[in-house]
């Protein structure tokens, strides 16, 4: 694809990966994050334009396919690609991940970024010279992928979700600017899917003895606000669907004081068996009073919404 | 074995950025973190002389650092982008050496250049082992030249 460039290129380390043996998807989107820098900096928007309360880009929503595991040892090269931007100030770009030894692509990332001013939220046209470096290096990208089953509903009773992470942002999780990353949006829904699984009495030792474990395959992120050092967090989860295999969770990050939603994701994800590496049926994972509570929790989410 | 025309001696191993955490209380990148770079790189560059991650889990033998010379040229910031070239610049029955060069790309400038001496391991034994015989000969192949760095 004539519109991709090389963004990133790296290797995965042990302490990227988690229990179950592979790259945990917080590091992915680190990846992606670093990649975007790139990419901005061939917009003009190299590091030094973009040190101290200057304007900068802000992601605003990622949709992230977990295609392929990565496992330590493994290398990796990531292209990317700007889709669309608008004068009003948002870019839309494409980057694809490549395990680099095999050839097989392992992500796909779908990301908007939006031009803010240096309180990191309000929205600002873009400078004319990025402007014009994104127009002129739009290209042929790869399609894009369809929009995920389910979505996040917009104005939850977030008080009826699973209480499932509290916590505050660190500063060693930040930028210079005291904004944390999408990593460590990631990093807290990867904690909080282990306490919406012990709501739904799935405990993961015990699915990890049996052989099994619980992979993501598709993220779709939306960054309402930005997530600040100091700032106190929850994240109020609950079950969209399940079906025979896939199950859709809903993610809110919320402020600890007042409430608002900092940032919403529905994953979409599955049980695996560990040696076959491949999906299992989640009755299969789960047998007994797990799979059962999967369907009621699912509607007990939707009447939320 | 002739070097493949389309590949350079110096290959891009690492592209990235500066993290927030990686820096220290100087203000710049804290010199572990050139050394995990290093790391990363490493990978790639032996990839690009037969020693894929594949390789390394099916053969079960990789090389090791046993000394490692880094001379640190200029620092990086926070944010910086970074890319590392690397290549090969000696090779031996056991043993590679390898190349670093770590630029800002903002400026181009040379930040790190390291070398790597190592020795091939047998993951198994722990122990050193003779490199495959068709590795040092890509590796014989692909040895950089005085003007390559």
């Given amino acids: ?305 | 074995m002739s070097p493949d025309k389309e590949e350079p001696l110096l290959v891009e191993t690492y592209l990235g950025r500066v993290s927030q955490l990686e820096c220290d209380h100087l203000g710049h990148m804290n010199v572990q973190f050139y050394v995990a770079k290093v790391s990363d790189a490493a990978w790639h560059v032996m990839a690009s002389i037969g020693i894929t991650p594949a390789f390394i889990r099916e053969r079960r033998q990789a090389p090791a650092a046993v000394k490692q010379e880094i001379a640190y040229l200029k620092e990086a910031l926070a944010g910086d982008l970074l890319r590392m070239e690397s290549g090969v610049l000696e090779a031996s029955e056991r043993k590679l050496t390898f190349f670093h060069r770590l630029t800002k790309i903002e400026t181009a400038q040379v930040l790190m250049t390291s070398k790597v001496f190592t020795v091939n391991m047998d993951l198994d034994a722990r122990r050193s082992a003779p490199l495959d015989a068709a590795v040092l000969a890509k590796a014989r192949a692909r040895l950089l030249t005085e003007d390559a760095p």
């Fill in chain 1, 1 to 305: 694809m004539s519109g991709l460039f090389i963004t990133g290129r790296g290797a995965i380390n042990a302490w990227e990966c988690d229990q179950w043996g592979h790259l945990n998807v917080q590091f992915y989107l680190a990846k992606a994050s670093d990649a975007q820098a790139l990419l901005a900096a061939r917009l003009g928007l190299v590091p030094s334009r973009l040190r101290g309360p200057v304007p900068c880009m802000m992601p605003v929503a990622d949709r992230t396919l977990f295609k392929r595991e990565l496992r330590a040892g493994d290398i990796y090269a990531i292209r990317t690609g700007i889709r669309g931007v608008a004068t009003d100030g948002t870019l839309d770009i494409a980057s694809r991940m490549v395990n680099q030894d095999t050839g097989v692509e392992s992500a796909v990332f779908e990301t908007r970024l939006r031009w803010v001013a240096a309180d990191r939220h309000t929205a600002l046209p873009w400078p004319e010279d990025v402007l014009a470096a994104a127009q002129a290096l739009a290209g042929d990208l790869p399609e894009a992928p369809p929009p995920m089953a389910q979505t996040a509903p917009a104005a939850p009773d977030i008080a009826t979700l699973e209480l499932t992470y509290r916590g505050s942002v660190e500063p060693w999780e930040c930028g210079a600017d005291g904004i944390a990353p999408p990593r460590a949006h990631i990093a807290r829904f990867n904690d909080a899917i282990t306490h919406l699984f012990n709501a739904m009495k799935i405990d993961r030792n015990s699915l990890f003895r049996r052989g099994f474990g619980s992979a993501a395959l598709d993220y779709d992120i939306e960054y309402r606000r930005p997530m600040r050092s100091g700032q106190g967090v929850d994240i109020r989860s609950g079950l969209l669907a399940a079906g025979e295999k896939i199950f859709h969770v809903v993610h809110y990050v919320v402020d600890a004081v007042s409430g608002e939603i900092i940032t919403s994701i529905v994953v979409t994800a599955l049980f695996f068996d560990l040696a076959a590496r491949r999906s299992v049926p989640i009755r299969q994972a789960l047998p007994g009073e797990a799979g059962g509570l999967l369907a009621a929790l699912a509607a007990r989410t939707r009447s939320a919404a």
